[in-house]
C-alpha cells in the first residue's frame, strides 16, 4: 500500500544516499513524457524537502526543456538489493546553469565530473513509498565511465560545441535554457 509524507524522512534519506541509480520523470504540457536513468555521484539531499542533481552532458536536454514549461519533476529510487522498496519525489525543479548566481552555492557539493552541464534544484511537496515487491534483485558491480571519457575526450571546447548542437532544443523541439544564454 503506498504512503504519502509531505518531506523526506530521515530512514528514507538513508535510503537514498545507498542507491546507485535513481530515474528523473519531466513532461511537456504537450510532447513526450521523458524517463531518463541517473547515476555516479550526482545526487544530494540538500534538507527533508529539497534535493540538487548534477547533470552531466548527454544525448539530450529534455528536461530543461521541459521544465522551462512546467517545472514539475519526479524522482524515483527502487530497491535493487535488500528489502523491496519503490520511493518517488514529486515537486518543482529550477536548472542552474554556471552562468547563474546560485551555481556557486551548490557546485562544491558535487565531485567535479567532465561534462558537467547544469544543476537541477528541486523544492520536494510530496515524498511516496511503495512496495517494489515485483523488482527484481541486481548486484551493483561498479560505475561506468564511458560518458565522462566521452566528456573529457571532446574537451570543453568540443563540449560547448555538443551542447550548440544538440542540448539547446527537446526531441520535441521545445527550447531548452540554453537557448536564453
Keep these: 500500500m503506498a504512503k504519502f509524507y509531505e518531506k523526506i524522512p530521515a530512514r528514507m534519506q538513508s535510503f537514498i544516499k545507498k542507491q546507485k541509480v535513481f530515474f528523473v520523470a519531466t513532461a511537456p504540457k504537450d510532447g513526450r513524457i521523458n524517463l531518463s536513468p541517473k547515476g555516479m555521484d550526482s545526487f544530494r539531499i540538500l534538507n527533508e524537502n529539497r534535493i540538487a542533481w548534477l547533470s552531466v552532458t ?3 536536454n529534455e528536461t530543461s526543456a521541459h ?10 529510487f527502487c530497491a535493487f538489493e535488500g528489502a523491496p522498496n519503490i520511493l518517488r519525489l514529486y515537486g518543482k525543479a529550477q536548472e542552474i546553469l554556471p552562468t547563474d548566481s546560485e551555481w556557486n552555492d551548490l557546485i562544491d557539493l558535487f565531485p567535479q565530473l567532465e561534462g558537467t552541464r547544469q544543476i537541477f534544484d528541486v523544492t520536494i511537496e510530496s515524498v511516496q513509498t511503495s512496495c517494489g515487491m515485483s523488482i527484481p534483485f541486481y548486484e551493483y558491480k561498479e560505475e561506468r565511465n564511458q560518458l565522462l571519457d566521452w566528456a573529457k575526450d571532446k574537451g570543453e571546447d568540443g563540449i560547448e560545441q555538443y551542447w550548440e548542437d544538440r542540448n539547446k532544443v527537446s526531441i520535441d523541439g521545445l527550447k531548452t535554457k540554453f537557448n536564453e544564454e
Design 58 to 60: 548527454g544525448s539530450g
Design 67 to 76: 521544465l522551462l514549461e512546467d517545472n514539475r519533476i519526479t524522482i524515483m
